[in-house]
C-alpha cells in the first residue's frame, strides 16, 4: 500500500481514485469543485501544495486547463514526483504535448501519459479493460500499475511517449468526424471507410512528428478509436452530430458538454501538417467545418471527391 | 630498415610521458585532475572491477563475452594488416581457440585481463609541468602544440606575430559563472563538433580564461602525430580507437569516462559523437559518454555523496573549417555515413594548416567559442551558488531525480531516459547558442538564391551547377542586407546568436570580407566576381556553411523566399545523420 494523489474531479480522476482505493492506497483528490458524492476514505483538498506530499501523481483535467494545472503544480512538484496525465489533448498554439507542458512547467522529469480506450466507467466498477502507459521512465509505469491496476485491468507500456499522446489527442478529431458522418445517416460501411482513412492519416502526421507507426495501431490509436466507434457517446462523437445539425461550433460544444478538445486543436493540426507536409484531408474538413468555412453537407462530399490512389 | 621504422612507429604512437619521482598531489584549491596521476592505476583498477561486476550481472555465460571480443578484434587486426597486427592477432586468435577449453575461473581471469588492458590503454596521463609548459607558450600554445616545429616560423613568415593566437579566438557566454561553478561541482562541457580543432581550441579557451583544464577522450588517429600525442596525452586526454567495435571495449570506454566525472574530473564530452558532417548544428544527440555523466551523478548521491554535475552547452563557431570540404563530401555519399574515421582528411596535411593561419589574420576571430547556461543533468539551470533551479525559479534538490519513495537507487534505465531527454535540451540549446560566422551568413544567402533560381532540381542536381548561377552585387546587396536584419532581429530575440561581423557590418563589407576568406582557402574556388557579377562556383562548399543556418531558414525568409527556405530546411531533415 503506497500513497498518490489525484489531480482533477471531474469522472476520470473520481474513476482513477476509485481504483486506487480498491487497491488499498491511500489517496488524496484535488478538486475546484466539492466532490458530491465521495468515495469511501478518499481525502480530498483544495490546495495543491496536498498534492506533493506523495510521489506520485495522477493528473486528469481537461486538456485546456493542462497549461494553468501545471503551471500550479510547478510550485510544488520536486525531482522525486512522478507525474502521469491522462488528457486527451494537445496544448497551445505550438501543439505541445500534455507531458511536454508538464515537464516544462514543473521540475518533475518523470512523466507519462495514459491513454487508449479505457473508459471512466471501466475503470470506477473494475470492469475488465485495458489501456497503454506511455512513459521512457519504466518505473513510472511500474507505479500506475501498483496504484491503479487489478486482475482485470490490463496496462500496457511503451516509450514512445509522444505516439501515445498524439494518437489519443487526433483519435479525439476522427470521433468527431465520427458524430458528424452517423449524424448525417451513414452506415457501417462510410464510417469504416472514413474511420480507416482517418487513422491512417493521423498516423501519418504523427510518423512526421517523430512518432512510431505501431503506437497509432495500438491501445493509444485504433483501441480508442474502436471504443469511440462502438458507441460509448465521448464528447467528441457528440459534437460532431451537432455540427452536422448545422449548429455553430461554440454552440456545439457547449451542448455536447465542456470542454471538447477536438474543437481547439482541428485548425492548428491542419496547419501544422501543411508545413510538415503531410496530406490530412478529414481533418482540413473537420477544421473547415470548425471554423464554418464549409457547410455540413458539402464536406464529405469533398473528402469523396479526392483522387483515388493505391492504398 | 623498415623494421626499425616501424619499431620507431610504434613507439611514438605510445604517448610519452616524463619521468617523474614523487606522485602528484593537488594542492588545496587545484582542480582534481592535478592530481590524477596518483589516482590512476586506482582507476583503472575501478573501471576492470565495475567492467567484471556488469559481465556477472547480465547472467550470461562469460564465454560468450569473450568470444565476441576476440573475433572482434581479429576481424579487425586482419582488416588492419599494420603493426599493431603483427604485434597482437596472434594473441586474440589464439584465446579464441583457446576459450572453448577454459575453465569459469579462466575465462573470468582472460576477461579480467582484457579489460585491464583496454582500461589501460584508455586512461590518460596529466603532468602538471607538461601544464604549465603549455600555459606558459600561451599566446603561441595553440600553434605550439599543433604543430609546433615550424608554426613560429611560419607566423612570423605569415606576418601575423605572437598575438596572433590570441586574435584567433574569441570567447563570450556564462564565464563568470563557470568560474564560480568548477569549485562546486564537476563541470562537464558538451559541445557542438565540426574539427579535430575542436577539442584543442576549447582546452586553450579554457586555460586563457582561467578555467580548469577537462579530460576528454581524443580518437586515437590524433594520437599519431608524436607532439600533439605527447601534449594530448599529458594533459589529460584519454584515447578513444574508434576502430575497435567490441562491446567490452565501449563498456570500459563509457566506464572509465563515469569513473572520471564521479570523481570529480571536470569532462568534455561531444554529444554528437563525431564532426558534423554536413556542417549542421546537431540535432539528434545520442550522448555516448555524455550519458556516463547522468549516471555518475546518480552513483555518486547513492554513495552519500553530493557533488552536483553541470553540463555546459558550448558551441564552437569557426569561419572555416579545415576539414569542411572532406566532411561535407563524406556526407554525401550515401555509404560515407557509416565511415567513422577519416585517416586522409585536411587535417594531416600541413600546406592545409598553413593556408588555414593565413585565412585567420584576414577574418574576424575565426574561432568563437561560447559557453552556454549551465543545466543539471535533468535540465533544470543552475544559479550563481550552482543550485538547480526549477521553472518557478525555486531552489530543487537535483537528487530527488534519482530517488524512489525517499531512497537515492541505481536504475540504468532511468538514467538512459534522462540522458535522452538531455539530448533533446541540448539539441535546442544548440539551436539558441549558435554564433553565425559571416562566412555562414553569406553562404546561406547565395545558397538560397541558388535554390531559387533552379526550381524542380534535386539536390544533387543543384550541386552540379557550378558556375551557372551568377547574381549582381546589387541584388546580392539587397538580399544580404535584409537578412541581415532579420538575423539580427532573431538575436534580440534570443533565438540565435551572431558574430561581431555578422551583428554589425554593412553587406558591403561582408561580402568582401566573406569572399577574401574563402579565396584561395579549400581547393575548389566557392565564388568569383568579375565587373560586379557574383558566380557560384562550388554549391557544396555553400551547402556546407550555410548548413549551420538550417535552424534559422524559415525565419529569416524575405517575400518570395519561404518555399525555398522551406526546401532547404526539408533537405537538412532528409539528410539524416549529421
Redesign the interface.
Given at each position: 500500500m503506497?500513497a498518490l494523489s489525484v489531480v482533477g474531479g471531474g469522472g476520470f480522476g473520481l474513476a482513477l481514485a476509485h481504483a486506487a482505493l480498491r487497491g488499498g492506497h491511500s489517496v488524496t483528490l484535488w478538486s475546484r469543485r466539492p466532490i458530491d458524492e465521495r468515495p469511501a476514505g478518499l481525502l480530498t483538498t483544495s490546495k495543491l501544495a496536498d498534492v506533493a506530499a506523495s510521489?506520485l501523481v495522477l493528473v486528469a483535467v481537461p486538456s485546456s486547463h493542462v497549461l494553468d494545472t501545471a503551471r500550479a503544480l510547478?510550485?510544488h512538484l520536486?525531482?522525486?514526483?512522478l507525474v502521469v496525465h491522462v488528457s486527451r489533448g494537445l496544448v497551445g498554439e505550438g501543439l505541445h504535448t500534455v507531458s511536454h507542458t508538464l515537464?516544462?512547467?514543473?521540475?518533475a522529469?518523470?512523466v507519462g501519459c495514459l491513454a487508449g480506450p479505457l473508459g471512466a466507467a471501466t475503470l470506477r466498477d473494475g470492469l475488465p479493460g485495458g489501456g497503454v502507459i506511455g512513459t521512457?521512465?519504466?518505473?513510472v509505469a511500474d507505479a500506475v500499475r501498483t496504484a491503479i491496476g487489478g486482475p482485470a485491468l490490463r496496462l500496457y507500456e511503451t516509450?514512445d511517449v509522444l505516439g501515445v499522446e498524439l494518437a489519443s489527442a487526433l483519435v479525439g478529431l476522427l470521433a468527431l468526424a465520427l458524430g458528424f458522418a452517423k449524424e448525417l445517416g451513414y452506415g457501417p460501411s462510410t464510417l469504416s471507410m472514413l474511420m480507416t482513412r482517418g487513422l491512417a492519416e493521423v498516423t501519418r502526421f504523427g510518423v512526421a512528428c517523430g512518432a512510431d507507426e505501431a503506437t497509432f495501431h495500438g491501445m493509444a490509436g485504433f483501441g480508442d478509436l474502436l471504443a469511440a466507434a462502438f458507441g460509448d457517446e465521448r464528447p467528441e462523437v457528440l459534437l460532431g452530430r451537432s455540427l452536422a445539425r448545422g449548429q455553430r461550433a461554440v454552440d456545439a460544444a457547449r451542448e455536447a458538454g465542456a470542454h471538447v478538445e477536438g474543437v481547439q486543436i482541428a485548425h492548428r493540426v491542419s496547419a501544422r501538417a501543411r508545413?510538415l507536409?503531410v496530406e490530412m484531408p478529414i481533418s482540413d474538413a473537420i477544421a473547415a467545418l470548425v471554423d464554418g468555412t464549409i457547410e455540413a453537407p458539402r464536406a464529405l462530399e469533398t473528402l469523396m471527391q479526392r483522387r483515388v490512389r493505391r492504398e | 630498415m623498415s623494421k626499425v621504422a616501424s619499431a620507431l612507429r610504434q613507439l611514438l604512437t605510445k604517448p610519452l610521458r616524463l619521468p617523474h619521482l614523487a606522485p602528484f598531489v593537488a594542492e588545496p584549491g587545484q582542480p582534481p585532475i592535478f592530481g590524477f596521476n596518483s589516482e590512476r592505476g586506482d582507476i583503472v583498477r575501478e573501471v576492470v572491477t565495475r567492467v567484471q561486476a556488469r559481465l556477472k550481472a547480465e547472467g550470461r555465460p562469460l564465454e560468450y563475452a569473450l568470444n565476441e571480443v576476440a573475433i572482434d578484434e581479429v576481424r579487425r587486426l586482419e582488416g588492419q594488416r599494420d603493426d599493431e597486427a603483427r604485434l597482437h592477432l596472434g594473441r586474440w586468435r589464439g584465446l579464441l581457440k583457446r576459450c572453448g577449453r577454459m575453465n569459469d575461473a579462466e575465462k573470468a581471469e582472460a576477461l579480467r585481463e582484457v579489460s585491464e588492458h583496454y582500461a589501460s590503454d584508455v586512461a590518460g596521463n596529466f603532468d602538471p609541468r607538461v601544464y604549465a609548459m603549455a600555459t606558459r607558450a600561451i599566446p603561441h600554445g595553440l600553434s605550439a602544440i599543433l604543430k609546433p616545429s615550424s608554426v613560429p616560423a611560419d607566423l612570423g613568415r605569415l606576418g601575423l606575430g605572437p598575438v596572433a593566437v590570441d586574435e584567433l579566438m574569441r570567447t563570450e557566454g556564462e564565464l563568470d559563472l563557470l568560474r564560480k561553478l568548477w569549485t562546486k561541482g564537476t563541470l562537464v562541457f558538451v559541445p557542438t563538433h565540426s574539427s579535430n580543432l575542436d577539442s584543442v581550441a576549447l582546452g586553450y579557451a579554457l586555460m586563457r580564461e582561467q578555467l580548469p583544464p577537462v579530460v576528454y577522450g581524443a580518437g586515437k588517429n590524433l594520437f599519431s602525430n608524436p607532439i600533439v600525442s605527447f601534449f594530448m596525452h599529458n594533459l589529460g586526454a584519454y584515447r578513444v580507437d574508434r576502430r575497435i567495435r567490441a562491446a567490452l571495449y565501449k563498456d570500459v570506454l563509457k566506464t572509465y569516462a563515469g569513473v572520471m566525472v564521479e570523481r570529480g574530473y571536470h569532462s568534455l564530452f561531444f554529444p554528437g559523437g563525431t564532426r558534423s558532417r554536413s556542417g549542421l548544428v546537431e540535432r539528434r544527440l545520442k550522448l555516448g559518454l555524455a550519458g556516463s555523466a547522468v549516471e555518475a551523478f546518480s552513483r555518486n548521491t547513492v554513495r552519500g555523496v553530493t557533488r552536483p554535475v553541470y553540463f555546459v552547452p558550448t558551441t564552437i563557431n569557426y569561419s572555416l573549417v579545415l576539414e569542411g570540404e572532406t566532411l561535407i563530401e563524406d556526407w554525401l555519399k550515401e555509404s560515407g555515413k557509416a565511415r567513422y574515421i577519416i585517416e586522409d582528411d585536411e587535417f594531416s596535411q600541413i600546406e592545409r594548416w598553413i593556408a588555414f593561419f593565413r585565412k585567420l589574420g584576414e577574418m574576424e576571430a575565426p574561432c568563437t567559442i561560447r559557453f552556454g547556461r549551465p543545466i543539471d543533468p535533468?535540465?533544470?539551470v543552475v544559479d550563481d551558488e550552482g543550485r538547480s533551479i526549477?521553472?518557478?525559479g525555486?531552489p530543487?534538490?537535483?537528487?530527488?531525480?534519482v530517488?524512489?519513495?525517499?531512497r537515492a537507487t541505481l536504475?540504468p534505465?532511468?538514467d538512459a531516459?534522462?540522458t535522452?531527454?538531455l539530448g533533446q535540451l541540448l539539441a535546442e540549446r544548440f539551436e539558441t547558442e549558435t554564433v553565425l560566422m559571416a562566412t555562414q551568413v553569406v553562404s546561406h544567402v547565395l545558397f538560397r538564391a541558388l535554390v531559387q533560381r533552379s526550381p524542380g532540381l534535386d539536390l544533387f542536381g543543384r550541386l552540379r551547377l557550378r558556375g551557372d548561377v551568377a547574381l549582381t552585387r546589387e541584388e546580392l546587396r539587397a538580399d544580404l542586407g535584409a537578412t541581415l536584419e532579420r538575423l539580427r532581429e532573431l538575436e534580440q530575440r534570443g533565438a540565435v546568436r551572431l558574430s561581431r561581423l555578422s551583428r554589425t557590418a554593412a553587406p558591403d563589407e561582408l561580402l568582401d570580407r566573406v569572399a577574401a576568406a574563402f579565396s584561395g582557402y579549400h581547393e575548389r574556388t566557392i565564388l568569383t566576381e568579375t565587373n560586379g557579377t557574383l558566380t557560384l562556383e562550388d554549391p557544396t562548399m555553400l551547402l556546407y556553411y550555410q548548413n549551420r543556418l538550417v535552424a534559422y531558414a524559415e525565419r529569416i525568409a524575405g517575400d518570395g523566399q519561404l518555399p525555398a527556405a522551406?526546401e532547404i530546411a526539408?533537405l537538412a531533415r532528409a539528410g539524416g545523420a549529421s
Open positions: 503506497s510521489d510547478g510550485e520536486e525531482g522525486r514526483h515537464r516544462h512547467e514543473t521540475a522529469r518523470r521512457a521512465f519504466g518505473e516509450e508545413s507536409g | 535533468f535540465g533544470n526549477g521553472p518557478h525555486r530543487i534538490d537535483p537528487t530527488g531525480y530517488s524512489r519513495e525517499g536504475d534505465r532511468r531516459a534522462y535522452r531527454e522551406r526539408r
